[in-house]
């Protein structure tokens, strides 16, 4: 019997902490992430997720790694993937962390109404796996574009060195349906869909096996 597919997802936001309680992140449901868990599993794959703070659970059966920031994110990340046939996407992690990290809860300061913080820039996981991605494997990203979609999408697909990009728009955050435009690598349209987040990943999936 063939060995069952172990299928990668990143899902959910990540947080990036300015003192113990106080931290930056998004709105991201983790929804896509586990109706993409849900489908693999169905298809008879493993599930491996990797996943920020989300409220919903994932289907029984799915591998299942809890993460706070981004960096942790890709940790777990870079541990999994060697393992995996393939990883996908669907996380939105903070692309910012704050500079400093106060061990002690921020105070209001008498005098001044100006705070200023500092970020940095947080590891891309996508494009990490890019770098160390073999020949028998396969990354599907997404993008969420607000103006100049296919441009940006296609250079996200490059710079990330993805097999397929999956556009959408920010309406589709945090929502029950969407509608998604799925492109390669040669910037070619391959899939142009709307409905529920679970008819997008089929054809998610079948644009894989097609691989
Ligand atoms: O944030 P951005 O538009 O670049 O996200 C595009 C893709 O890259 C998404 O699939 C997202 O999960 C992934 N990503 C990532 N690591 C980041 C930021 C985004 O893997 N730090």
């Given at each position: 019997?063939?060995?069952?597919q172990r299928i990668?997802?990143?899902?959910g936001?990540?947080?990036?902490?300015?003192?113990?309680?106080?931290?930056?992140?998004?709105?991201?449901?983790?929804?896509m992430g586990?109706?993409?868990a849900?489908?693999?599993?169905?298809?008879?794959?493993?599930?491996?997720?990797?996943?920020?703070?989300?409220a919903?659970?994932?289907p029984?059966?799915?591998e299942?790694?809890?993460?706070?920031?981004?960096?942790?994110?890709l940790e777990y990340?870079?541990?999994?993937?060697?393992?995996?046939?393939?990883v996908i996407?669907a996380a939105?992690?903070?692309?910012?962390k704050?500079?400093?990290?106060?061990?002690?809860?921020?105070?209001?300061?008498?005098?001044?109404?100006d705070v200023?913080?500092r970020?940095?820039?947080?590891?891309?996981?996508l494009?990490?796996?890019?770098?160390?991605?073999?020949?028998?494997?396969?990354?599907v990203?997404?993008?969420l574009?607000?103006?100049?979609?296919?441009?940006h999408a296609?250079?996200?697909?490059?710079?990330?060195?993805c097999d397929f990009?999956?556009?959408?728009?920010?309406?589709?955050i945090n929502?029950?349906?969407?509608?998604?435009?799925i492109?390669?690598t040669?910037?070619k349209?391959?899939?142009?869909v709307?409905?529920?987040?679970k008819t997008?990943?089929k054809?998610?999936?079948?644009?894989i096996?097609?691989?």
């Amino acid at each position: 019997m063939p060995t069952r597919q172990r299928i990668l997802i990143t899902s959910g936001p990540t947080r990036e902490y300015l003192d113990p309680v106080r931290f930056l992140t998004n709105g991201s449901s983790g929804r896509m992430g586990a109706a993409l868990a849900e489908t693999a599993w169905e298809r008879g794959q493993i599930p491996v997720i990797v996943s920020g703070p989300v409220a919903l659970t994932y289907p029984d059966g799915a591998e299942i790694y809890r993460v706070e920031t981004t960096e942790q994110m890709l940790e777990y990340c870079l541990r999994l993937f060697p393992d995996c046939n393939g990883v996908i996407g669907a996380a939105a992690p903070c692309d910012f962390k704050p500079e400093h990290f106060s061990e002690q809860k921020l105070s209001k300061t008498e005098g001044s109404n100006d705070v200023l913080f500092r970020f940095t820039e947080t590891p891309d996981i996508l494009a990490t796996l890019g770098q160390i991605k073999r020949q028998d494997q396969w990354i599907v990203g997404f993008a969420l574009e607000t103006e100049n979609g296919y441009d940006h999408a296609l250079s996200k697909l490059r710079r990330k060195n993805c097999d397929f990009i999956v556009l959408n728009s920010p309406e589709s955050i945090n929502s029950e349906t969407a509608s998604f435009r799925i492109f390669n690598t040669s910037g070619k349209l391959c899939a142009d869909v709307s409905g529920s987040k679970k008819t997008i990943v089929k054809e998610i999936f079948s644009l894989i096996d097609g691989l």
